[in-house]
């Protein structure tokens, strides 16, 4: 299975201000995703992390507020920009490796606080 | 796009009683399906997943859950729940090797 990390676990951070969180995989993996978890809610997909070119936003996030990098096949950030209050929540990496029949491996998430 | 549907959102259950969540997705075609379960404190883990061959698919600890493609369903059971179950069960489907749709989720409470 592939194991993946994030830093930092979880951040409290004033408004306006700009936080990148940092996603590394153990092994390489075909795609990588970075998703939301408000208070109470289920998952929502923010964008596919591409490596070597942009990201692909889903509908109600674009790349002025979530820029994403993904300069290798390992890892991966998301920058969440201009920080509200409304952005407060977990911030979660996954990846799906080659030859894992389409498991996704999650990271155990930053935890992000907006003040 | 795919919608995923859990009707339930909280359940409470005693030690010992039988388990059967509902997931509900909108797709037709060719999907795979996912049970991932999260613990108080920890990161997503797969329970179970289905990709083809027989409906009724075992996962770690005692948990199940049957493919009845004509319903568009994948619901997860176990027989008899543990306090250690306690936990928000999200049911996910993905189409190929592509992105995935998840479930709101139902939280579990297992009173010992």
């Known amino acids: 299975s592939a194991v993946i990390s994030q830093k930092p676990s979880r951040d409290i951070c004033q408004r306006g201000t700009s936080l990148t969180i940092q996603c590394q995989v153990d092994?390489?993996?075909?795609?990588m995703f970075w998703y939301r978890q408000q208070p109470g809610q289920s998952l929502t997909l923010i964008a596919t992390?591409?490596?070597?070119?942009?990201?692909?936003?889903e509908s109600g996030f674009v790349i002025d507020k979530f820029p994403i990098s993904r300069p290798n096949l390992t890892f991966s950030t998301l920058t969440v920009s201009n920080m509200s209050p409304e952005d407060s929540s977990i911030y979660l990496c996954?990846?799906?490796?080659?030859?894992?029949?389409?498991?996704?491996?999650f990271g155990p998430g930053t935890r992000l606080t907006v003040l | 796009a795919q919608s995923v549907s859990q009707h339930n959102h909280h359940v409470i259950l005693s030690e010992a009683a039988s388990l059967e969540l509902g997931c509900n997705y909108s797709?037709?075609?060719?999907?795979?399906l996912f049970w991932y379960v999260q613990y108080p404190g920890q990161h997503l883990q797969l329970l179970l997943k289905?990709?083809?061959?027989?409906?009724l698919v075992k996962g770690i600890k005692g948990f199940e859950a049957e493919f009845i493609k004509s319903k568009f369903s994948f619901n997860l059971r176990k027989p008899s729940v543990q306090w250690s179950d306690t936990a928000e069960y999200f049911c996910?489907?993905?189409?190929?090797?592509?992105?995935?749709?998840f479930g709101s989720g139902t939280k579990l409470n297992v009173k010992p």
């Open positions: 996954s990846g799906i490796a080659g030859g894992y029949h389409n498991e996704q491996f």
């Open positions: 092994s390489q993996v075909t795609m």
């Open positions: 992390a591409n490596q070597g070119s942009e990201a692909t936003y």
């Open positions: 797709y037709g075609g060719t999907v795979n």
């Open positions: 289905y990709f083809s061959g027989d409906p």
């Open positions: 996910a489907v993905n189409e190929g090797f592509n992105k995935f749709y």
